[in-house]
């Protein structure tokens, strides 16, 4: 076969410039990992180079799964390697072959978060300090910090066993000591991993010049998304021969939170530059979607992509009255395409954040279509929403599980040795967990977890009562309150686990508004819950694929669907107070890459509603304002007032980040719509929540706080323009 001819004329200039230092600048789809995997196999095939000799980096598992996948399409069999890798993954290499040289064997662990947090105890139990939650990633929070910034040197100075500071322990703080743990233990974090490479390559010439003697190319992916270290490592690898081939596109850099650095990229200086701009991955209705929307970020070289593919459907708009009709929307639409013939397989559903899924997890399930969800677990799988659950669980139904799972969550000093006691007493007197605990609380009297028990007898006796005048939303929410959950989930910056359980919350009211004529019990509801937590498939080939849109980068679908589309969702209104223009840029850049992972169908969908997590009413995200409206076809009725609150909504995160609305995008561009001016004191009406009494204004005025009852429960943070002045 001969692998050249099915490449382009720039292409195939990248692939036969395999001397020196190369780089491709290209758009998405324009066929750069296509480049790579040809470029391998014209090495190995037409050239005679050992693949053993050959590094090809990139930055996920999934695309380094997907590259190797399309290498050995091209290769002989067995030639497609183990240098085909993630960069974490071709440091773990250097470190299983050199480690020993600092001491440490070649079975040295790698830690995971739960790891991490074991050890964080350990040590903060020794020092004589709290272990909770919060002490705890403060502590790994600050190990970080130590090694990244205030200590580079850690691994000399702390971490071999010739190290000043590695015998004598004494006087060490928490820090030092977590340390001088993983040095005691051959234990390395994740970013050791990358610092441990350095330092061999750096301290050790012959560890440097055995890789560097070994590699005669490397390759590098997705190069816009490197930290300064990753480049560090590649340009020392490169040492030798000087054969560097970095590929990406600054247009899909959205990991600068993260600290990577795509200037990095755009300013290196190559022997041969080349750029691609024919797009063959998606239509040209999808590509003049990308194109409009890339358009807007001020800072980027302009660079627009061009295709030859045929014309087929353009992309859809699709805005729901609530996030459940958006759901249910998205799944008619597979189940009619897949009537038609298209395999489930051929579907992605793109969201910004985790707890997106929840909604189109559910109606899926209930669909009984398949569906794999990468990169996280399946909403109702998901740790904080099981616990939740068990709670309900354990006050509706008494259940030995449920009380297993959160009688030490949070911790109640509850070991296993109690739990024995409890599963003894459950036994002889026939009687569930719950109940050998209650009847027997006397037995712990003496010990540490009395008070925390009685405590939790009483939340759980409660929620039984509550039971016959209360909600279930109310019940978790008073369960999440009165455990501590909550709050510990905000102290602990365990941002996504607060999201799911705000979703689930959500969730149960929007479950309990539409049930509202029917059976609300509790137990109802969790027998219909169960069947979403007990869902299961196995077969991965026939699935709908579910993931984040950063899980989704560098890999391509048939038929995508970008869900959640919300101002203040996406784009982000947390990145964007964080990092101002340079968030909102990174943000539309994942839009950008979003759209660009669609082949051949396109639908953008949102849903009006109340956020939970921005605590305002839900309008269509900038993006699709700024999508040429001939580019779109829009199905649902969006109301003339809902453009207008998405304009002043864009325009009031605008004016609170400091961005004027002319650079902010085009359906900011005309600036928030004018309207009457509210002040403190001023009688409004809301159609949904009824009159109330202004309390509070923005500055711009575009925002106001309402009370409409006679309490604070009843204030709610509004835009202005939806509110009737009386
Ligand atoms: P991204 O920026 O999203 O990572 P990319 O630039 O790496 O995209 P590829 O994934 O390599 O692009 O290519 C996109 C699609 O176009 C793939 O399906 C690839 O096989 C196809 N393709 C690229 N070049 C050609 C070509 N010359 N002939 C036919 N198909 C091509
Ligand atoms: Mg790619």
Not at 283 to 293: G, K, Y
Not at 555 to 580: D, K, M, N, Q, Y
């Amino acid at each position: 076969m001969d692998i050249l001819s099915n490449l382009n004329e720039r292409q195939l200039e990248a692939v036969l410039a395999t001397e020196g230092r190369v780089r491709v600048v290209a758009g998405a789809g324009s066929g750069k990992t296509r480049v790579l995997a040809h470029r391998f196999a014209h090495l190995v095939n037409n050239l005679g180079i050992d693949p053993a000799n050959i590094l090809c980096m990139t930055f996920t598992n999934k695309a380094a799964a997907e590259m190797r996948g399309r290498i050995s399409r091209l290769v002989a069999a067995g030639d497609a390697n183990d240098f085909v890798c993630t960069i974490h993954g071709f440091c773990v290499k250097v470190l299983r072959r050199d480690i020993h040289r600092l001491g440490f064997p070649k079975t040295f662990t790698i830690l995971d978060e739960d790891d991490n947090e074991t050890i964080a105890k350990q040590v903060l139990a020794a020092h004589g300090m709290d272990r909770s939650k919060k002490t705890v990633n403060k502590l790994l929070g600050r190990v970080a910090e130590f090694k990244d910034r205030e200590c580079p040197d850690y691994i000399s100075i702390y971490m071999l066993q010739d190290s000043p500071k590695f015998r004598d322990d004494r006087g060490f703080s928490d820090v030092e000591s977590f340390i001088h743990y993983q040095a005691m233990n051959y234990a390395l974090e994740f970013d050791d991993i990358i610092n441990f490479t350095l330092f061999l390559l750096g301290k050790f010439p012959e560890v440097r010049e055995y890789w560097q003697e070994k590699l005669n190319y490397i390759m590098v992916d997705e190069v816009q998304d490197c930290n300064a270290d990753d480049w560090k490592i590649m340009t020392i690898l490169a040492g030798r021969y000087g054969n560097l081939f970095v590929v990406g596109d600054p247009d899909q850099a959205i990991y600068e939170w993260r600290g990577a650095r795509p200037a990095m990229f755009v300013d290196w200086t190559p022997g041969t530059d080349i750029v691609l701009a024919r797009n063959y991955r998606s239509t040209p209705e999808i590509l003049d979607v990308a194109n409009s929307i890339i358009s807007n970020n001020v800072r980027r070289i302009p660079k627009d992509l061009f295709t030859d593919a045929a014309h087929l459907d353009k992309a859809t708009h699709f805005h729901a009255k609530n996030d459940a009709a958006e759901a249910r929307w998205i799944v008619q639409r597979m189940a009619r395409m897949h009537g038609h013939g298209t395999p489930y397989s051929d579907f992605a559903v793109l969201f910004r954040a985790s707890y997106m899924s929840r909604a189109i997890e559910q109606e899926l399930i209930r669909k009984k279509i398949p569906y794999a969800i990468w990169g996280t677990v399946r909403f109702f799988e998901r740790r904080e929403i099981k616990d939740a659950l068990a709670y309900l669980r354990l006050v509706a139904i008494g259940d030995n599980l449920s009380f297993a799972r959160v009688i030490n969550t949070p911790s109640r000093h509850f070991g296993d040795v109690s739990m024995q006691r409890v599963r003894e007493i459950s036994r002889s007197e026939g009687i569930p967990y719950y109940e050998a605990l209650k009847a027997n609380l006397d037995l712990w009297r003496k010990t540490k977890a009395y008070p925390q028990l009685c405590a939790f007898i009483w939340l759980i006796d409660k929620c039984r009562d509550m039971q016959h005048t209360s909600g279930i939303s109310e019940i978790l929410n008073f369960i999440l309150k009165d455990t501590g959950l909550t709050e510990s989930y905000r102290d602990d910056q365990k941002e996504e686990r607060l999201e799911n359980v705000e979703e689930l919350l959500h969730s149960i009211r929007a479950y309990e508004h539409s049930h509202r004529h029917g059976d609300l019990s509790l137990a109802t509801y969790l027998q219909e819950i169960s069947l979403m937590t007990n869902a299961d498939y196995k077969d991965d080939s026939s699935m709908v694929k579910l993931m984040t849109i950063h899980q989704a980068k560098g890999l391509e679908f048939p038929v995508v669907f970008v869900c959640g589309l919300s101002e203040g969702a996406f784009p982000s209104h947390r990145t964007l107070r964080e990092r101002r223009l340079a968030g909102l840029e990174e943000e539309r850049r994942l839009m950008y890459v979003a759209v660009t992972r669609a082949e051949r169908g396109l639908f953008l969908t949102e849903a009006e509603g109340y956020n939970i997590q921005t605590r305002a009413d839900k309008f269509p995200s900038r993006f699709l304002a700024e999508i040429k409206e001939h580019l779109l076809v829009r199905e649902g009725k969006i109301d003339d007032s809902i453009w207008a609150g998405a304009r002043q909504l864009a325009g009031s995160i605008n004016a609170e980040i400091g961005l004027g609305a002319d650079r902010a995008s085009a359906s900011a561009a005309e600036g928030p719509q004018d309207c009457d001016r509210l002040k403190v004191g001023d009688r409004v009406r809301h159609k949904f929540f009824g009159e109330g009494t202004v309390l509070t204004v923005t500055a711009d005025g575009s925002r106001v706080k309402v009370r409409f009852g006679t309490d604070e429960k009843s204030e709610r943070h509004l835009l202005a323009s939806l509110l009737e002045k009386i």
